[in-house]
């Protein structure tokens, strides 16, 4: 059964640190793999696709690895901001099934000061 | 482009009762989903259309849902009836296919539904 588990669920940190979130797949075969970020009362929206040959991708302060092997990848956040506040999500793809994305519940990041 | 429109944002009703949703997809868009989010499971698919046809409906829970899409610029997934554990946020998403594969999915704001 294809199943995307992150971790943590939920994470606190001061505005100004860094953090990593995780994300491990059992999706097969392997399409590709985006990072959404959720605010609350609004739809997800992406922030990183990678792809089975793609071992890092940056999006300004996000930064999205990818181990196709150990079937892991991490978001890592650099100099957090209060507006990173949110839910971060990991949606992973099978090939050939365009319409399967399997969503990980999410990890729930709040930034204080 | 205004992105994915859902209406109504918030939808409050009594158990029994009817509940449409509506969505308006990215013009151009020829690929839409309905999702429902919830704080235990997180996203769930319900079902997936292409060019207006229905292509995976595995994800709609039981036969009290049931969704149309009329034309490639409108939406709709009704419940009827209502149950109060229907309540949850309902997602509309939209995104171009191409070949075997999908553009990335955009998400319209949702509607928040509560079945009292």
């Known amino acids: 059964k294809n199943q995307v588990e992150q971790s943590p669920q939920s994470l606190i940190i001061l505005e100004g640190k860094n953090c990593t979130l995780q994300?491990?797949?059992?999706?097969?075969?392997?399409?590709?793999l985006r990072w959404y970020k959720q605010d609350t009362g609004r739809g997800p929206v992406s922030l990183t696709i990678?792809?089975?040959?793609?071992n890092t991708k940056s999006n300004g302060r996000y930064t999205a690895t990818l181990d196709a092997d150990t079937k892991q990848s991490s978001l890592h956040i650099t100099a957090s901001q209060l507006s990173d506040s949110a839910s971060y999500i990991c949606v992973v793809s099978a090939t050939g099934t365009a319409s399967k994305l399997t969503f990980g519940t999410g990890t729930r990041l709040q930034v204080t000061l | 482009d205004a992105g994915v429109i859902q209406s109504p944002r918030h939808e409050v009703t009594e158990m029994g009762q009817e509940v449409t949703l509506r969505c308006k997809p990215i013009s151009g868009h020829n690929s839409l989903f309905w999702y429902r989010q919830t704080m235990m499971r997180g996203l769930e698919l319900l079902i997936y259309?292409?060019?207006?046809?229905?292509?995976?409906d595995s994800g709609m829970p039981e036969d009290r849902f049931s969704a149309k899409m009329p034309n490639a610029s409108f939406s709709t997934l009704k419940i009827q009836p209502s149950e109060p554990r229907d309540s949850a946020v309902y997602f509309c998403?939209?995104?171009?296919?191409?070949?075997?594969?999908?553009?990335?999915?955009?998400f319209g704001q949702g509607t928040r539904l509560t079945v009292v």
């Open positions: 994300c491990n797949y059992t999706v097969s075969p392997f399409s590709n």
């Open positions: 998403a939209s995104s171009l296919r191409q070949g075997r594969g999908n553009t990335e999915a955009f």
């Open positions: 259309f292409n060019n207006n046809v229905p292509i995976d």
């Open positions: 990678m792809t089975f040959s793609e």
